[in-house]
């Protein structure tokens, strides 16, 4: 018993590193010199009717409140965030910069900046940066490239709306820290489908072999991990169309559901408790049960109470399996 317990928690323990890793992009450390060659500021509005415009912003420029870049408190619900950044050129050289938004299931990402008309009049240009079906690196990293002159600033206004993950970071990097980002995050996500696929073919050879449901319910998890990552880190774009990652991204708090039932499974059949069908056993089952029914019960909701619904079961979820798992080591 004490092995299969030590199995189990290696089990999780590979998983849990896997989704971190994979679910976040490698930070890319800046030496001293790096940092000091341009400054960033920003400032922020909420518009919570979702109404305003690019001249209602510039014209009621009051409304953007100053802020640290990383901690504009962006929340769980539908509205829309007006983000001014300002950077500065500190050197006597042109740098070329990266502004990068580390959220692949963006709603809404549109870049405005200032053009100066024939009477002198400042307008804004805007680009869509999430319309753009011939560039897929856009869909799994919105950014905005370009040269900054030197000793100049250079100002955008981002409009961002999102109903996935309530987190956007942003940040300006030079183009080649970017690069490296995304080079590590691919060779990190290459290893993650490689890691996945073989545990899958393992677990599928041992279960011909054994005839044990327990392996079946593993490769559940291990297949649900992979479409629930595929959404979150926009991966996904690079192996499947554009409507199967649409699909995959409407969907996605679906799936989280039934990584979570996997999960309960998994853990209920390989600590033997479906032989003793005693009370846990059953009380697995009808909580298994309740993640069903709520997941088909979720797609009648919009995003933001899916979400709120998710997340209020998953404790619940968690604590019994650690429950279980404690109960079999006392035993």
Same mark, same amino acid.
């Given at each position: 018993m004490i092995q299969s317990l030590a199995i189990v928690a290696i089990i999780l323990l590979i998983t849990f590193i896997i989704l971190n890793v994979t679910s976040r992009l490698i930070s890319i450390d800046q030496s001293p010199k790096r940092a000091q060659q341009h400054s960033v500021q920003a400032s922020y509005f909420?518009?919570?009717?979702?109404?305003?415009?690019?001249d209602e912003i510039h014209e009621q420029n009051e409304l953007l409140k100053p802020i640290d870049i990383n901690k504009i408190p962006y929340d769980l619900a539908i509205q829309t965030y007006w983000i001014k950044i300002s950077t500065k050129n500190l050197t006597n050289k042109t740098l070329p910069l990266i502004l990068y938004a580390d959220n692949s299931l963006l709603d809404i990402f549109e870049v405005y900046q200032k053009n100066n008309t024939i009477s002198g009049i400042q307008k804004y240009s805007s680009s869509d940066l999430l319309d753009n079906a011939g560039n897929r690196l856009l869909k799994i990293y919105p950014h905005l490239a370009f040269d900054l002159p030197a000793n100049q600033t250079k100002d955008v206004i981002l409009k961002i709306q999102t109903q996935g993950p309530p987190n956007v970071p942003l940040m300006v990097i030079s183009d080649a820290d970017f690069s490296k980002r995304v080079?590590?995050?691919?060779?990190?996500? @290459?290893?993650f489908i490689g890691l996945i696929i073989l545990m899958a073919m393992y677990n599928l050879v041992l279960y011909f072999a054994i005839k044990d449901s327990v392996y079946l319910l593993y490769i559940g998890y291990?297949?649900?991990?992979?479409?629930?990552?595929?959404?979150?880190? @926009?991966?996904g774009h690079l192996l499947f169309s554009t409507e199967v990652q649409a699909f995959i991204n409407k969907y996605l708090l679906f799936i989280d559901y039934y990584l979570v039932v996997?999960?309960?499974?998994?853990?209920?059949?390989?600590?033997?408790?479906?032989?003793? $069908?005693? $009370?846990?056993? $059953?009380? @697995?089952?009808y909580l298994t049960s309740a993640m069903v029914i709520c997941s088909i019960f979720s797609l009648s909701l919009d995003t933001i109470a899916q979400t709120k619904l998710f997340f209020s079961i998953q404790p619940i979820v968690?604590?019994?399996a650690l429950?279980?798992?404690?109960?079999?080591?006392?035993r």
């Open positions: 909420i518009d919570t009717s979702n109404q305003m415009t690019i080079l590590y995050a691919q060779f990190f996500y @290459g290893a291990l297949l649900s991990a992979f479409f629930v990552l595929s959404s979150l880190t @926009g991966f996997f999960l309960l499974l998994f853990t209920l059949y390989f600590l033997r408790y479906n032989q003793q $069908k005693n $009370k846990t056993y $059953k009380f @697995g089952l968690y604590l019994f429950f279980m798992i404690f109960r079999r080591i006392n």
